[in-house]
């Protein structure tokens, strides 16, 4: 899309997680997204005394909430439902209950104002959301590392996505969240955890980790976990000093993991000189940014973080990937599904194993 | 609270392999419809006895299940039929769980459930539940039977 590109206004509503939201942007092409409004109805600090438990999980949550949010995110704008060009909504993968509230939202709005709908792969929102804090070109090697995600993407254009690895079980972000349960933390665990490791040693304990070493650039965190808990167990009285060097423990052994799993990524990636994004919660670590960062040095990729709160679960990115899709000329029926499962790779994902990679000549 | 109407004894599960192969082998017994928690804390081993249980389910070795604690429910399909994998620790009351289609799981499918200490008053009442424990590396599993499940309980002899 060139800078002629006349702005495109769009509403984008996200259901599929935790939180309820919408949105309206401005999206202007290269030239770049004005966001005109963001309402979150969920806030997770605001549930910290539940230690992980985040209401927004059932479907009547979302329908209490989404017109609420529609409603104050087109006031936020100043916009009016006659000049959006279209509606875009999370159609997954998620759970149905949660997604079928806001994409049927998003298809009334469609239907009652005549505008085009289009249905948004909640995982291409969080590939293309790097592009709403700046101007980041294609290609770009994506780490996507938070609670409920933890994969590398090889983000080649709009709907041109290869997963280069992937968990084999638990994400980055829970393993923070999980080795703060185990040590009588609160949530969410990433800046607790943090907040302790600045002051411990991270010699004292010895971790496992899991997968170093090994080809590509998938992960796993399981083992890691089971380790920390038996360690905590094995403390008879646990001082701050023990909570602090067995976070420092976790938190080194979280950043050999990332730091040798993206340097394979890298590889695979297959671009030199490229560019490499990492997005998620746990990129707001400063300790494993600070890592990651001088691995993208040192490989000569250019390194974006972009701010979280484009980062975490929002509408925005949802309508920027709408917007994206919409201009290359994709619309949605409004008869379009909600997909529990939909992985943003098809065509490597039908392929078993799933999060092999396997088509390294593919780029554009 | 409902108590077990039998329970095994505690077996030690030597190692990882161990537990992957307890998994596969509740998989070959278990039928959709039936219902069986895994309690234990953090690290207890709840992972690796659900992927081996998967594995086993859908035939497919080389299958990695992903932590369902974000999703809350995981969904695969094998010869037998449907399985749910579903980790309830974020629920905030147990009406929530219906909410993610637990009644619709339980009628149709093999339930897997996490944490199903969260169901409080709507656990059912025919059910199993697998204690996993760690105690310093050393993890044991034991399994109980509750209502009408109990009338299972040889068809786990080697338990």
Not at chain 1, 192 to 213: H, N, V
Not at chain 1, 237 to 252: C, G, I, K, V
Not at chain 2, 56 to 72: N, V
Not at chain 2, 127 to 140: H, I, K, S, Y
């Amino acid at each position: 899309m060139t800078a002629s590109q006349p702005p495109i206004l769009v509403l984008g509503i996200e259901t599929s997680c935790d939180e309820t939201a919408a949105a309206v942007i401005h999206w202007r092409g290269d030239a770049g997204v004005d966001i005109l409004s963001d309402v979150i109805w969920g806030q997770a600090e605001v549930h910290a005394p539940f230690k992980g438990v985040v209401p927004e999980i059932a479907a009547r949550a979302h329908a209490e909430a989404v017109d609420h949010v529609i409603k104050a995110a087109m006031r936020a704008a100043n916009a009016s439902y006659k000049d959006l060009d279209l509606v875009a909504a999370t159609a997954g993968p998620g759970l149905i209950g949660g997604v079928m509230v806001g994409l049927s939202a998003a298809k009334a709005v469609a239907l009652a104002h005549d505008k085009p709908l289009v249905a948004v792969n909640h995982l291409e929102g969080h590939a293309l959301s790097p592009r709403l804090s700046g101007a980041v070109a294609f290609p770009y090697l994506l780490l996507l590392v938070s609670g409920g995600h933890c994969q590398f993407l090889a983000v080649d254009g709009v709907g041109r996505y290869r997963r280069l690895g992937a968990t084999k079980d638990d994400a980055a972000g829970e393993a923070f969240d999980k080795t703060a349960r185990i040590m009588g933390l609160g949530f969410p665990g990433g800046p607790l955890i943090e907040a302790l490791a600045s002051s411990g040693d991270p010699r004292r304990f010895p971790l496992p980790r899991p997968l170093l070493a090994a080809p590509g650039c998938d992960f796993s965190f399981a083992g890691l976990k089971s380790a920390v808990a038996r360690l905590w167990q094995g403390l008879a009285a646990p001082n701050e000093q023990d909570r602090s060097d067995l976070a420092a423990a976790f938190q080194a052994a979280v950043g050999d993991i990332l730091v040798d799993r993206t340097a394979n990524a890298i590889g695979l990636f297959g671009d030199a000189d490229g560019r490499m994004v990492v997005a998620g919660g746990v990129a707001a670590n400063q300790a494993l940014r600070a890592r990651l960062q001088s691995l993208a040095a040192k490989k000569g990729f250019n390194f974006t973080a972009p701010p979280l709160r484009y980062c975490t679960d929002n509408a925005v990115m949802i309508a920027l990937a709408g917007a994206e899709r919409f201009a290359q000329g994709w619309i949605d029926d409004l008869s379009a599904p909600a997909r529990p499962r939909w992985p943003l790779d098809e065509a490597a994902a039908a392929a078993r194993p799933s999060h092999r990679p396997g088509r390294k000549g593919a780029k554009a | 609270m409902q108590k077990a109407a039998v329970e095994s004894e505690e077996r030690p599960l030597e190692d990882e392999a161990a537990t992957l192969a307890l998994g596969a082998r509740l998989a070959g017994l278990l039928r959709p419809g039936e219902f069986l928690g895994l309690k234990g804390p953090l690290g207890a081993g709840k992972t690796t006895l659900a992927r081996g249980l998967i594995r086993a389910w859908t035939g497919d070795d080389a299958l990695e299940p992903p932590s369902p604690s974000y999703t809350l429910a995981q969904i695969y399909e094998g010869p037998a039929g449907v399985l749910w994998h579903m980790d309830l620790y974020r629920l905030r009351t147990p009406e929530e769980a219906l909410e993610i289609g637990l009644e619709e799981a339980l009628a149709t499918a093999l339930c897997i459930v996490e944490w199903p200490e969260r169901l409080g008053p709507l656990s059912p009442p025919s059910r199993m539940e697998l204690a996993l424990r760690d105690d310093q590396g050393r993890r044991t599993a034991r399994l109980s039977w509750f209502g009408d499940a109990a009338a299972r309980r040889k068809e786990f002899g080697f338990l």
